[in-house]
């Protein structure tokens, strides 16, 4: 029974460190094939080359409950 339970908490250990190195890589490190300067992550990249949606919701609507200034 020992040894089932440290194989779990050995996985979930492991599991939260994965996540924690993901989020890393691509949220917080620059990367060197992007601007440099500005310091773009792979998520920044990701985000900006994403096709743009039309809007459906006036923006204005947005403002009148303080969602956009």
Known sequence: MAGLI????????????RDEFMNWYNFIRPHGAFDIERLETPAVIFYQRLPKKEVIIDPSLLENIGWVK
């Open 6 to 17: 440290t194989l779990r908490q050995t996985k979930r250990l492991r599991s939260s460190l």
